[in-house]
């Protein structure tokens, strides 16, 4: 069976139309830019960041939205600023049909990056 799964993220955003492509770039340039450190990876088929061996955030593109993953722990902290968007328990749509959120993405990547950092800081107890 072919493997449908991108190499990695610039084919996957290579995959969709000039638009698209550009709200892509727009979320994985507010990651990077939040998180250099992170490694950036496919998984589930989706751009995913990965830092101190844990998962970040993943994002995906559908036909009319971004999909945004923060994990149901980044939803639950940004619920107010999140309350304009379409939401699951770790999900967010960001339409596509408006300007992509960067500064929130970014305030999202850095309480993941904290979580992160204290489960790191757990484990060495």
Request: net charge positive; hydrophobic share 40%.
């Given at each position: 069976m072919e493997n449908?799964?991108?190499?990695n993220v610039d084919a996957y955003i290579a995959?969709?139309?000039p638009g698209t492509q550009r709200a892509l770039q727009e979320v994985r340039a507010a990651i990077k830019e939040t998180a250099p450190e992170a490694e950036e990876l496919i998984s589930y088929a989706m751009p995913a960041y990965?830092?101190?061996?844990?998962?970040?955030?993943?994002?995906?593109?559908?036909?009319?939205?971004?999909?945004?993953y923060a994990l149901p722990s980044g939803n639950e902290e940004f619920k107010k600023e999140l309350?304009?968007?379409k939401?699951?328990?770790g999900s967010?749509?960001?339409p596509l049909n408006q300007p992509m959120p960067s500064g929130l993405i970014?305030?999202?990547v850095k309480f993941r990056m904290q979580e992160n950092l204290e489960k790191l800081s757990a484990k060495k107890k």
């Open positions: 449908l799964s991108p190499i995959t969709f139309p990965k830092l101190h061996k844990h998962q970040l955030v993943y994002f995906a593109a559908f036909k009319n939205h971004i999909g945004f309350s304009q968007y939401t699951g328990k967010i749509q960001f970014k305030k999202i």
